[in-house]
C-alpha cells in the first residue's frame, strides 16, 4: 500500500511538473521547476534500488546538462522573448506530429511490446551493490555497444568543435 | 520504537553537525581575516572583544539586522529562491560525512557521488542569483560561474576516480579504511597527480581566490550576490564557507586518510594512538582550510581565458593520465 501512494506521489508530481515546465512563459521558472523534476525523477529511481542511477540522474541532467542550457538561456534577449506570443504560426504542425507521437506510444504501451526482462534480479543487486552490478553489465555484458555509443558522442564532441571553430589553423 | 529511536539518533547528529559547521563558519571567517592581515603585515580584525574574537558574532547580529533590499525589476522569486538554493545545496552534502570512526548522518555507498551531485547543484544558487538581479554586474558573474563549475566539475570528478579504483568504492568510510591499510597510509602519495587536480578544482569548484572570478571584486563589484544584503547575502557567504568546509573534508577524507594515523608513524610514537580521530580529522581539516586562505592571500586572480584553458587543457588530461596510471598499476599489483 505505502508502495502504491509513494508512486502514485512521483508520478502525479512529476506529470504535473513537466505540463508546468512547458507551460511556463517564462524560460528560467520553467528551468527551475525543470530542476525538482529531475530530483523526483532520482527519488524514483532510488525506490527501485538503483543508486547509482540516481546519482548519475542529478550530476548529468541536474549538474551539466540543465546548467548549460542555463548558460544558453542567459545569453538570449528574456525581455524580448517575454513579449512574444505564446505559440508560433507554425504550431499546427507541431500539434500534428505531437498527437502522432502519443499514438505511437499509446500503442506501444498497450501492445506490451517490451524489452526481454534481463537475467538480473534485485536480489543480485542488493547483494553486490547497484554501481557494480551496473558496472559489470555495462564492461562485460554490453561492451561493444557501449564503446559504439561513446564513439558517437565522441562524433558529435568533434563536429561541434569543427563547426565552432571559424577556420582551422 | 526502534524506528521513532533511529530517527532521533539522527536528528541529535544532524543537530551536532550543524551546529558545529555553522560554528566553524562562523570563525572561519575570524581566522581568514587574521590568517590574511598577518601574511599582509596587518593586525587582522581586533577591536570587537579580546584580540577581536567577538567579531563574528558582531559581524552575524549585523548581517541579521540590515535593511533587505530587494531590486525593484529583480524576478522576485528566484532572488528568494537563490541563496536558499545555494545554502541547502552545501548544508545537504554535510550528510554524509564521516567525521570520525562511526559518526556519519548518512551511511550510504555513494558518499563521493552525493557530494558531487550537491556541489553542482550549488551552481544553480549562483546563476539564478546573477539572473534575477537584473544587474549587470550579477549578470556576469552568474554568466562566468556556470562556464567555471561546468569546466572544473569534471576535473573534480575525474580525480576523484583514482581514489575509487583504489579503496574499490564510493562509500567515505571504506575509502578511509582502504587507505589506513595501504602501503603509505594515506592516498595523497600514490595520487599525487589525483591530489594536485582535487586541490586545483577544488578551490576553483568553491569560487574561491585566485578562481573567484565569478566575484571579482575589480571587475564586477562582488559578482553574482552584488545586489544581496543584509541576511540573504549572509547566507551566500555562509553557502561559500560550507563548501570550503565540505572540500576541505573530502581532500581529507579521500587523500590524507580521515580520522586515521599512518601505521608508520604510530610505530615510531606509539603514544599518538591514544588521540581520538574527531581530533586528527579536525587538524587535518584545518590545514587544508588554512591552504585555502595561504592561496588567497599569495596568488593574483586568474585571467578568465586562463582559468578555462588551465581546466581543460591541463587538468583534464592529467586527471585522465592519472586514471590510467592507477588502473595499470592496480591491474599490475
Known sequence: ?????????????????????????????????????????AGLYLFLNAEFLAAIQIIVYAGAIMVLFLFVIMLLNLREELRKSRFAITWPIGAIFVVLSAVMIII??????????GNVKISDIEKVGHTVAVGKLLFVEYL?????ASLILLVAIVGAIVLAKKEIK | MELLWEISIIVIKIVVVVSVVMFHVA??????????????MRMGPKEVGPLGILQPVADGIKSFFKEDIIPLNSDKPVFYLAPVISIMAAMSALAVIPFFDGFIISNINLGILFILAMSSLGAYGIVLAGWASNSKYAFLGGLRSAAQVISYEVSLGLSLVGVMLLAGSFNLNDIVEAQSSSVF???????ILGFFVFIVSAVAETNR???????????????????YSGFRFALFMAAEYIGMIIMSSLAVLCFLGGWTVPYYVLYLFP?????????????????????????RATLPRFRYDQLMALGWKLLIPLSLLNILITGIAKLII
Open chain 1, 1 to 41: 500500500m505505502l508502495n502504491q501512494i509513494i508512486f502514485g506521489y512521483f508520478a502525479v508530481t512529476m506529470i504535473s511538473l513537466a505540463l508546468i515546465v512547458i507551460t511556463r512563459k517564462n524560460i528560467m521558472h520553467s528551468i527551475v521547476y525543470m530542476l525538482i523534476l529531475f530530483f523526483h525523477i
Open chain 2, 185 to 191: 597510509g594515506f592516498y595523497a602519495i600514490p595520487q
Open chain 2, 209 to 227: 581566490p585566485p578562481f573567484d572570478l565569478p566575484e571579482a571584486e575589480s571587475e564586477l563589484v562582488a559578482g553574482y550576490f552584488a545586489e
Open chain 2, 271 to 295: 603514544f599518538l594512538g591514544a588521540v581520538p580521530g574527531v581530533v586528527w580529522f579536525i587538524l587535518k581539516l584545518y590545514a587544508c582550510i588554512f591552504f585555502y586562505y595561504w592561496i
Open chain 1, 108 to 117: 506501444s504501451v498497450f501492445g506490451n511490446r517490451f524489452a526481454n526482462v
Open chain 2, 27 to 40: 570563525y572561519a571567517t575570524y581566522f581568514e581575516r587574521k590568517v590574511i592581515g598577518r601574511m599582509q
Open chain 1, 144 to 148: 561493444f555497444p557501449f564503446e559504439v
